[in-house]
């Protein structure tokens, strides 16, 4: 038998949260961002969850033969564009849509030869100071792409800092607007906070939004369940229902003596007896080993604590809140470290990667090939 140690993809769960997306900038398409595998949960396995999307985001080549080889000929953009004057030739045979972001890709682009013009997306740096043009040089690079004959269609691009927090997207969204004014083209401009928290019909928090025109959103996070802008709002705030679960089971029952620790470099000290298990997930199946004591854990649904150090296979966990729900916890009893437990019950991932100083999508990246997978719904 395998070790106990599973995850599970939702589709339905994809499903519903695109849907939330989708509700929240009803006149906008929609990317469904499927970058790093998809968040950690494969491309082909949140492929059938998602296909309703207008199109799917990515940055990886390799990613983009994948979204083809399943299928999909709707529209696929490159995030970060190409990295090589020959990946334009993939754009070409695949139809890629690529963001330009950099004077290179523009003079990679003015020496490709292709039949098919492309479906360039235009970057802004309008303060991220990550990719993308200055704005006193947006419009020079608009000019030279909107005269090259390989080029169709130029949508503009940015990327908001702070759309999950209070900076928001004001001054980015001026400065935007201001220097794209009388641009023709669509807009993409809002990843998951952003269309929640500054499109969102329903729930918006900020009046930032004025001005804020995006034709494409770009949702990742929320469409994988979880709440761009924990802890202000969490997953049920924005009806996000989780799309992954990682459960495994205990393997073994330990009971302790005040005074007993658990684990390499005793970092947890039983104050009175207590019993504790120990569970089949460790690091290397991508639980964090710096969560710390106390981060949440479901045992047969009911919530309870990790104790001690995670280990590379293991971690331990407090049975006692178990056993005080009238709950018989032993060998072979279910573990949620977040999603959905056997009886329902929900454990965010929000909530896991805050108590380890990290952030959901971090949690969902990580999970380790070991771990074997199953879609339901
Ligand atoms: C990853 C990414 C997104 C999606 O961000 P979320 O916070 O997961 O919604 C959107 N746009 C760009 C450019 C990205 O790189």
């Given at each position: 038998m395998p070790r106990p140690i599973q995850a599970l993809i939702h589709t339905g769960a994809l499903r519903h949260n695109l849907a939330r997306a989708r509700a929240a900038a009803p006149d906008a398409k929609v990317w469904a961002v499927v970058k790093a595998n998809a968040y950690g949960h494969g491309i082909e396995r949140v492929y059938e969850g998602l296909r309703g999307a207008d199109g799917f985001a990515l940055l990886d080549l390799g990613e983009a033969e994948r979204v083809r080889a399943l299928g999909w000929r709707g529209p696929i953009l490159?995030?970060?564009?190409?990295?090589?004057?020959?990946d334009l030739e993939l754009c070409s045979r695949l139809g890629l849509w690529h963001v330009v972001h950099e004077t290179r890709q523009i003079d990679w682009l003015a020496m490709h030869k292709t039949h098919a013009p492309h479906r360039v997306f235009l970057k802004m740096?309008?303060?991220?100071?990550?990719?993308g043009f200055r704005p006193e040089a947006f419009r020079a690079a608009w000019a030279r792409l909107d005269a090259l004959?390989?080029?169709?269609e130029i949508t503009l691009i940015t990327h908001f800092s702070d759309a999950d927090g209070p900076r928001g997207i004001a001054s980015q969204l001026a400065l935007f607007n201001a220097t794209t004014q009388d641009l023709p083209g669509e807009r993409s401009l809002a990843n998951s906070a952003a269309t929640l928290r500054h499109m969102g019909a329903q729930g918006r928090t900020s009046s930032d939004a004025e001005g804020l025109r995006s034709d494409w959103v770009r949702p990742g996070i929320a469409v994988y369940g979880s709440a761009p802008d924990y802890p202000e709002h969490d997953a049920a705030h924005w009806d996000l229902h989780p799309t992954m679960t990682l459960r495994s089971r205990i393997i073994g029952v330990q009971q302790l003596q005040a005074g007993d620790t658990v684990g390499y470099g005793s970092a947890f000290t039983a104050q009175q007896p207590m019993r504790v298990g120990v569970v089949a997930c460790g690091y290397a199946d991508g639980y964090m080993r710096v969560a710390p004591t106390g981060t949440p854990v479901l045992v047969d649904g009911v919530r309870t604590r990790l104790v001690g150090r995670v280990s590379m296979d293991m971690l331990t966990v407090d049975l006692e809140p178990v056993r005080q729900a009238g709950l018989a916890a032993d060998v072979g009893s279910e573990v949620t470290?977040?999603?959905?437990?056997?009886?329902?019950a929900v454990l965010d991932i929000d909530e896991v990667a805050r108590a380890a100083g990290t952030l959901s999508y971090e949690l969902m990246c990580a999970l380790a090939l070991r771990v074997p997978v199953e879609v339901t719904d």
């Open positions: 490159l995030l970060e564009g190409v990295f090589d004057p020959r740096n309008s303060g991220m100071n990550r990719l004959p390989q080029v169709e470290l977040w999603g959905q437990a056997g009886n329902g």
